[in-house]
């Protein structure tokens, strides 16, 4: 595993003072033909990524980071964008009801390592998507990204005690409303664009612990 191998280089090689090892988990999963598991076939099931960062030295300090990246989310409702500040230059209309999109980038840092980093890698990916989407029925509404943001890393705090700082990074994916020629627009139609879009993140940490950077 990573902490392994950061403890080895510096444990068995004198002239290394800190090791830091990063790795990715891409998530393929092997294939099915006729249902039956192939036996060296795999697809990849989505953008995700799953990713670690490992630090130690040779006093033993081991520091370990883990997240994920490209987790893309989307609402079809139960979001909107109000309650934010304007002033005199502020032409943007408050909203009830969009689309909501994002591809969530994460990274939580750990005050103690967990006995299963697997487990707690599952609590706090589903805690982050229970701040976005809510209960199966009706969900939870979202007045901005912002918002949504901090619930996602204040869920995964309370459900993961070994965790003491939450990174997020989670740009707008917009879906702009669209009225063809000669129809009119009755929430039915939109359309995907990439710019321009704003870029919303954050740190979230418990009291007294130090906030950690974004890998």
């Given amino acids: ?3 392994c191998c950061c403890c080895y280089c510096c444990c068995c090689c004198c002239q290394v003072s800190k090791a830091k090892v990063w790795v990715e988990q891409a998530p393929w999963q092997r294939v099915q033909v006729g249902g039956v598991a192939h036996e060296h076939g795999f697809a990849m099931s989505g953008t995700e990524i799953r990713t670690t960062h490992v630090t130690c030295d040779r006093a033993g300090k081991l520091d370990v980071q883990c997240g994920v ?3 893309k989310v989307l609402k079809t409702t139960q979001s909107g964008y109000e309650g934010f500040l ?17 591809s969530v980038t994460a990274t939580w840092k750990y005050a103690y390592q967990p006995t ?3 487990a707690t890698y599952a609590t706090v990916r589903g805690a982050l998507l229970d701040g976005v989407f809510g209960p199966p029925r009706g969900g939870v509404y979202s ?6 943001l901090y619930q996602m890393a204040h869920t995964a705090l309370q459900r993961a005690p070994q965790v003491e700082s939450v990174f997020l990074n989670m740009p707008n994916l917009h879906f702009l409303p669209c009225a063809p020629v000669g129809s009119k627009f009755e929430d039915d139609v939109y359309i995907a664009t990439s710019e321009p879009h704003g870029n919303i993140e954050a740190v979230v940490t418990r009291k007294d612990a130090k906030p950690h950077c974004r890998l």
């Fill in 116 to 118: 299963d980093y697997d």
């Fill in 69 to 71: 990246k490209e987790l």
């Fill in 86 to 102: 304007r002033d005199a230059f502020t032409l943007l209309p408050e909203v009830r009801d969009r689309l909501m999109a994002t």
């Fill in 1 to 3: 595993c990573c902490c």
């Fill in 143 to 148: 007045p901005s990204v912002q918002y949504t």
